[in-house]
Nanobody
Framework: QVQLVESGGGLVQSGGSLRLSCAASGFTFSTYTMSWYRQAPGKQRELVAQ???????SYGDFVKGRFTVSRDNAKNTVYLQMNSLKPEDTAVYYC??????????WGQGTQVTVSS
């Protein structure tokens, strides 16, 4: 049974930092592309950061060097370090694991709220 469990969300002041974690189980973690998405109220879900199985990373344009995605294949966990947070970063953050269209899984999300 595939599980993706996000943690680390919460309330933080503008300019602060949070580290999100996504613990995975039920599949071969090291072979999957792991991603973080977010969805704010009334907006579409958007890609925040991604790391392939080979370690290649990509980020949404809005990140602008503030966030860093990493993974620990020994712990089956992907992280998102978020610095210099802004109120517009407020959203539910989701973890995604994808190998191919048939093996594409999402976590339940964790709320991040940035106060001004």
């Amino acid at each position: 049974q595939v599980q993706l469990v996000e943690s680390g969300g919460g309330l933080v002041q503008s300019g602060g930092s949070l580290r999100l974690s996504c613990a995975a189980s039920g599949f071969t973690f090291s072979t999957y592309t792991m991603s973080w998405y977010r969805q704010a109220p009334g907006k579409q879900r958007e890609l925040v950061a991604q790391m392939t199985s080979a370690g290649t990373t990509s980020y949404g344009d809005f990140v602008k060097g503030r966030f860093t995605v990493s993974r620990d294949n020994a712990k089956n966990t992907v992280y998102l370090q978020m610095n210099s947070l802004k109120p517009e970063d407020t959203a539910v953050y989701y973890c995604r694991a994808r190998w191919n269209p048939r093996n594409d899984y999402w976590g339940q999300g964790t709320q991040v709220t940035v106060s001004s």
